[in-house]
């Protein structure tokens, strides 16, 4: 079974309408993180969060909010989608012992697209 | 800032071959950095790390060389095999944080 699960893994919606995409970690890790990729513009952080009652903005968090509802689930919501917002979204896990601390474990990602 | 970046887009060579990567960071503060690897559908896999205080740290197959005097680290995979093709992307923190900054990634093709 998959350690980071995402859903859906793949979304067609439309302009102005509001989507989640949710995480769940089977991996017992505290820290969890939100990206998106775009063709050769690599991953952008949208939000982290270390803990349930931490939430951080990432370079990229205007048009999306968050909610981390336990230690293993992590949504990210579009509260209005828009065009741009087409990418793949990526969850993230880390919480490794050293000296992995630092690693990240990735989500299969979602492609959302919006018309 | 931090910005981290790779030389080249896409690298295209031989199975067999050996294969270099590139990656350029601008922060000197960077101290650790992780190579990950992005199959096609899928999400990044750690590969291989290397902390500031080491220049060259091997793997399975995989190699990674730091050279903080010029802000540089590579990713050698030898006799490279089309398993290999994907995406390679490397990742620097800075000063203990958690956050990395990843650079775009280079497309490894291997041609059979």
């Known amino acids: 079974d998959a350690d980071v699960t995402q859903t859906p893994r793949n979304r067609i919606t439309k302009t102005g309408k509001r989507i989640m995409l949710e995480c769940s970690q089977t991996?017992?890790?505290?820290?969890m993180y939100w990206y998106r990729q775009d063709p050769g513009l690599g991953l952008q952080l949208i939000y982290y969060s270390f803990d349930v009652k931490d939430i951080n903005k990432g370079e990229i968090s205007d048009g999306y909010s968050v909610s981390r509802q336990a230690q293993a689930k992590f949504s990210l919501s579009l509260e209005s989608a828009i065009p741009n917002q087409t990418a793949l979204y990526f969850c993230?896990?880390?919480?490794?012992?050293?000296?992995?601390?630092?690693?990240?474990?990735f989500g299969p990602g979602t492609r959302l697209t919006v018309t | 800032g931090e910005s981290v970046g790779l030389h080249l887009p896409t690298l295209s060579v031989q199975e067999g071959d050996n294969s270099i990567i590139n990656c350029a960071y601008s922060n000197s503060a960077s101290d650790y950095f992780i190579w990950y690897k992005q199959e096609s559908g899928k999400g990044p896999q750690f590969i291989i790390d290397i902390r500031s205080n080491m220049d060259k740290r091997q793997g399975q197959r995989v190699t990674v060389l730091l050279n903080k005097t010029v802000k540089h680290l590579s990713l050698q995979i030898a006799a490279t095999q089309p398993g290999d093709s994907a995406v390679y992307f490397c990742a620097a923190h800075s000063g203990g944080s958690y956050i990395p900054t990843f650079g775009r990634g280079t497309s490894l093709i291997v041609h059979p």
């Open positions: 991996k017992g890790h505290d820290r």
């Open positions: 993230a896990t880390s919480g490794f012992s050293e000296p992995r601390s630092y690693e990240q474990y």
